[in-house]
């Protein structure tokens, strides 16, 4: 859900995070190869395209995050990705990552409307739609998934906008599904 770590929510915040699943078999698939580069804790992250990044929130503002996302998703049509090659972000952030090489102006807007609701967050660095494959892991970790990857490539159909929760414990657990129905 993110290029860097968690942020730690107060005690009375959950953590949100919305972005689009990689459907089946490529979602699965890509998380055991990011925990086989050394993240362990990619086992408690579906494999993703982030729209925003994990993000502490009050509890009461979920729903209306939900209700917004509802609102966006309703309004967007289902789209083509293709997922192809790598790409990295070092030497400023140690990432590595598969590039979207079809479907990045969908996300881009996506992304804007979805942070343009109830939650709107500030981020570090300008938006770049990827799928992580290792993050913060040695650089030969860092290097060998570059190489593994470099002619990689699926596609599948962005058809939903995924809510994500998280109270603390890193686990990301769906917690509504919003149907692209432009």
């Not at 790598?86 to 990432?95: A, K, Q």
């Not at 590595?96 to 709107?120: D, N, T, Y």
């Not at 981020?123 to 002619?151: E, K, Q, W």
Request: hydrophobic residues 40%.
């Amino acid at each position: 859900m993110t290029t860097g770590p968690s942020p730690d929510p107060a005690v009375d915040q959950v953590v949100v995070g919305v972005a689009i699943p990689v459907p089946e078999p490529w979602g699965t698939h890509l998380q055991r190869l990011r925990i086989g580069y050394g993240e362990e804790r990619a086992a408690r992250i579906p494999t993703h395209i982030t729209l925003l990044p994990p993000t502490p929130v009050d509890p009461a503002v979920v729903d209306d995050l939900s209700g917004h996302l509802a609102r966006v998703s309703a309004a967007e049509a289902p789209f083509e990705i293709l997922l192809r090659g790598t790409g990295t972000f070092r030497p400023v952030s140690d990432v590595v990552f598969i590039q979207v090489a079809k479907g990045v102006a969908p996300c881009e807007r996506l992304e804007q409307q979805v942070r343009s609701g109830p939650v709107r967050r500030t981020v570090d660095f300008p938006y770049h739609p990827h799928v992580t494959l290792a993050h913060d892991v040695p650089a030969p970790a860092l290097d060998r998934a570059f190489a593994d990857f470099a002619a990689f490539g699926c596609s599948f159909t962005a058809d939903v906008v995924r809510l994500y929760v998280h109270e603390g414990d890193g686990l990301w657990r769906t917690r509504a599904d919003h149907p692209l129905a432009g």
